[in-house]
Structure formats: C-alpha cells, structure tokens
C-alpha cells in the first residue's frame, strides 16, 4: 500500500486529497559529507523517524538552520537507510550534486553543521510484483533507487509497518552521465546485486549513448509476456523519452509489457502540500484533460501514461 | 505562568483565542497540516484564496527563491466556490478554532456574492477579502483605489453577517488612504500586507525566472515593508490590524504587536520551518511576560 493514499472520507480529485501525513520535522546535525563523485556529495544525517518510516522513491525537504540564506528548503531523495548495531533504522543519507545556492551551502558544510529535514514526503514508488525491474537513470536521477532495487530484490524492507519485499526475479539499473567522473554511487548499486549498464555522453564509461536508447535495446531483447516496470528519474527530457520508448515497446506484440512510473523533479517550497509550486500537468478525466496537480503529495512518482509532458 | 496572560485578541467584531493565525495561501486548505501541527490551537485558520469559479492558476515555474524571499505567481489554482463547500468547508469547520475564509472577485458583485454564500455558512467565524492579489490580471484592483476599496467592504458587509477584513496591497502609494477607505466602508480589521510585487530575471536565457513573469515577493525581505505598513496605518486609522510579512520568530511577531497590529498571521515560514505557528504560540506568554504585559491589548500599538 502506498503511504499516502488517502483514505476514503478524503477521496475526491481535489487538491487536498493528498497530503503529509506521516512527515516529521527532525532537528539533527551532519554526520557524513563526503565526496561520492565528480561535484556530488554523500550526506548522512540521524533521523530515526524518518528512516523508520520512508519507502522507496519519498523525499525530505531539507534545510540549514538558523540562517535565511538559502530561505527555502530543498528536495532530496531519500538514497540509504541505514540501521544502527541493534537493527533499528536510524540514519538517512542523501547523496546531492552541487549546482546551486543550497547545495553549494550543503557542500561546505562541516561535520556538526545543524540541518533541519522534514519527512518523509511524498508517494514513492508502489511494490507491485513484476518479472522485471529495470531503472532507467540519468544525471542525478540514481539517488531513489538503491531503496527501491533492494526492496525489490528482498535485501531489505523499508516503511513501517515494513513493506512487502522481493517483488521483482530481476533488477537492472541503466544508469547515464555526461562523463565518467560524474557517475556516483556505481559501486553501491552493483554490491545490492542489480545488473549494471553505464553510459556516457562522450563514451568514457560504459557504452557511449543515451539512457532511452539503451532502454529500448535491452526492452527488444525481452520476452513477450514478461512482465517489466521500468523507473526513471532525472532530466525531463531523458523521462519523457524513457516514457515513449516503455509505451512503444508495451504496444509492441513481441516486446515484453512494460509499465513506466516517473519520479517528477518539479521544483518546490514545501514539500507538504501548502503552497501550490510543485504542480504538473497530470490527466484526468480522459485523455485531453488535464489539471495541475502538486507532485509533492500526488507524487513525485506518477504513471507515465498520466503525464502531460 | 501562562494561565495568567490572556492571548485572546479582538479585531472589530472578531474574537479570537489568540493572535496568532496563518495566513492564506500557506496553509493549503489545513488538512495537509493536520498531522504537521496541532492546527485547531491557531488563533485562527486562513484556507487558500477561493473564487467562484475554479481557476487553474499559472504555468510553473510558480516561486522562485530571491534573498531572505520567495517570489510567487501561483495565480490563485483553486477549485471555485462549490468545491471549497462542499469539500473543504466540512473539515474546517470540525477543527474547532476560527475559521477565516479568503475570498476574491473580479468584481463587487462577485465579492459581494461568495461573501453572501461563504458568511451564511456554519463554522465560518470571518470572511477576508483578498483584495489585493497582484496575480490575476483583468480584475480591478480593489487595493489600490480608496474608494473602491470602500465600496467593496460596505456592500460585502451589508450582505455578510460575520465580521468582514480587508486584505490590503503594499503596492499603493499611500496604504493609509486605502486603510481608511476599508475603514469607512465598515471592515472589522485591515491585513497588512499581501505580497510585494516583483521579478526575476534568468539573464543567461534572457527570460523571466517565473512563468507569469512578475510575482509577489513574501518573506523576511519583506518584514520591514510590512512593518511600515502597520506603523503608518496605526497611526492615521482608527481599525484592527492583522500584521502579515516575514514574521517567523517571536520577535517578530512582537515587534507588529508594538507597530500597531493586534493579531498576525504566519505566511512563507510555515514553508520552511512547518510547525512554525504553534511553536510561536508557545512562545507567546513568555515574550508578554518579559516585557511585563498581561495581554496582548497592552502591547498593540504601544511604539514610544
Ligand atoms: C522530489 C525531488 C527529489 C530530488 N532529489 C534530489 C537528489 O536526490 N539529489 C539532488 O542533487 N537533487 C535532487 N532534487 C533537486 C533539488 O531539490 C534541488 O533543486 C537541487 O539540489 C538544486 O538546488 P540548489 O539550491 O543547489 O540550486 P538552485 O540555486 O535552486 O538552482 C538550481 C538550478 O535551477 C535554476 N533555476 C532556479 N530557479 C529557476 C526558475 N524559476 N526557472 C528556471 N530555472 C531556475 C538555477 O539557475 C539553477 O541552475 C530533487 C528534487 C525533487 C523535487
Ligand atoms: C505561494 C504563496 C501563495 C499565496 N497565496 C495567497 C492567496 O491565495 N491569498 C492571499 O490572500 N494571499 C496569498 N499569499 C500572500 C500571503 O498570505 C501573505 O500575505 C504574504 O506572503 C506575506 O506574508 P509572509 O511574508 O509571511 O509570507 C500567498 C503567498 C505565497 C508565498
Ligand atoms: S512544494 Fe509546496 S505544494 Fe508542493
């Protein structure tokens, strides 16, 4: 079940059937900052209620307290939990590339820095089972899923009450960058037992070509009638092209059936709900209608058959 | 010694537990708070502007961040009236503190017609008129013309049996005039202020950082724009004020209180710090003691 389905009193297509309903606002310190990858940092911060609580594919918002410079909080993907000598989930790590104004201040952080985080937000991925799993990354769309591939191969349980796991036979993550050096995490991914396949925009890792492309390639070596979900984050353009090559491949008599679940990187103020930013041009109503919805309580993860893009 | 400060707080016809209420647009419609904070505590609750028909509000990008701001142009996304009644009215009213409901026309008529519908609803303790809001072009701005402002609080008032506020612009060149406008035409209290319009620019792509272009600035930025505000309205006009702008820290808060306003509502901050409002609420008795006040009466408008 995902976490934030609304119950029945609250069901309606309105804006306030979603909401923050589990979202704690956690005072802690930086414990981890570490460079993981070209520009990209590793941060591990103690949050016992949210890592307890978190499934794959929820966010925090995240801030440094006791200054307004940045002001707004920022989203991050929720990359690791991790559990303490007794087995209790205790701290999240967050794995962020320095681009702008938060995360240049994050990234000079020292260990010690006060941060506040609030969350878990969002819907993240559900655990429905397929044949197949495969995740479908670009830039630094890698952070949602360690969580969702270990879920899905059943090394670990994630949410509370805990999830079901090992929902997918296979799990393959197709991971591009630019370059190389701004590939993060890879080592991560492979130790989780997922079949790894890098590409690079200028050939230094893996093959040289484009995430939708490797897609479509590894789709047409699949069985018809196998059961495939791909999850994509990262750039927009990437998502929606990864959304094309799922819907042309799930037409497709001899490809396999594949469902595609996007993971949304709309910017936002919140990340609970109450300022209306977040929104995206989601269907409704048929295919022509659409309505803006906020991505951070009705997603970020929607079906790529709901997006306008 | 809590118990023995009164934090209840009255603004022409409306009383009000405690002064410190959350401002429109911030709060969504309160249930998305309501696992976040212990929302029938506020002072008073403000769901997000409703018009009569749905709107679907502008293209993103909708805020960008600027210094100590946010810049928005949400463009008032909301569902229209019907929706707002049927859906979110219910819940409100179960909360069990005020319930202020922001309401905005395109014209008098408009205004006077939600007002009418809203005010006669149970469990609806204020009607604000949102008569300020710089993203929803082709209305008139009731904010900017004293007399119009007047107009538009006497008819509303005349139709609406609970108390009616008038939501104010800073983007006037003299707020007092316009204060004194909703005064004359019977308002209970004066908002001071709604956002400061405003721009980014993105000079790389030589575009405009928010879709609508222009936007409302909110925010500490703006703190001292709304501090003046309540200081020169204060001093010129006989009415309620609620204080609104950057407040996000109890010193704020009593800073609007000696400015001139009797209650104040939170706005950007519940953003960033979401369980901002009643934190403050706690933090209120002590801020009164230090200064040696037993209400929140004594400290409005005590500026030496
Ligand atoms: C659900 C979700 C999950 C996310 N997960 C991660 C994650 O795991 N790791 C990660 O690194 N990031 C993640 N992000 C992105 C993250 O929230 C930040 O946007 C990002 O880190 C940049 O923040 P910043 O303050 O460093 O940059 P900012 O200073 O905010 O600027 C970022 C870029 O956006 C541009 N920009 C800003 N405003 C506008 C505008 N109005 N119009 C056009 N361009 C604009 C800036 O010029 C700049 O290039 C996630 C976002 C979402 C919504
Ligand atoms: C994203 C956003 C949406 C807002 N929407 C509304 C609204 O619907 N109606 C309204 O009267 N004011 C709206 N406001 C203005 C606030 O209620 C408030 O007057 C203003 O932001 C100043 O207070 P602050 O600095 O504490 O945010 C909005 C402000 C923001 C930032
Ligand atoms: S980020 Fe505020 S509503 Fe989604």
Partial sequence: MQPNMPSESHASKLHAAHYADRMKQIHTTVEQNELVGENT????????????????????????????????GRALAVYDVVRDANGEPTWIDLVYLRKGVMTRALSASALGTAITVWGPLG????????????MAVGGIGQTPMLTLGREAVGTETYGDPARANRWSENVELIYGARRKS????????????FDVTLCTDDGSEGVKELVPNVLAARLAELPAGERVRVATCGPEIMMEKVAEVCKAADQSESEPSVTCDVSMETPMACGIGICFSCVAKIRQDGPEQWDYKRTCVEGPIFNAKDICW | MPNTTSLSTTLGRLTLKNPIMVASGTFGYAREMQEVVDVPRLGAVLPKTITAEPRVGNAPWRTVETSAGLLNAIGLDNDGVDAFLENHLPYLRSLGTSIVVSVAGRTTDEFVSLAERVGNEEGVSAIELNLSCPNVSGGIDFGTNANSCREVVQSTRDRCKVPVLAKLTPNVTRIAEIAQGAADGGADAVCLINTVLGMAIDWRR??????NGMGGLSGPAIKPIALRCVHQVASAVDIAIIGIGGIATIDDVMEFFVAGASAVQIGTANYYDPTVSTRLIDELPAALQEIEATSVAEVVRSLG
């Fill in chain 2, 206 to 211: 030589k575009k405009t950082m928010l879709g």
């Fill in chain 1, 182 to 193: 701004l590939l993060a995490g890879v080592d991560d991914f492979r130790s989780a037992g």
């Fill in chain 1, 41 to 72: 940092f590793r941060l591990r911060i103690a949050a016992k209620p949210i890592a307890a609580m978190v499934v794959p594919g929820q966010f925090v918002m995240i801030r440094l307290a006791g200054t307004n410079a940045p002001l707004i």
């Fill in chain 1, 123 to 134: 819907n993240g991925f559900n655990n429905e089972s397929c044949d197949r799993l495969i």
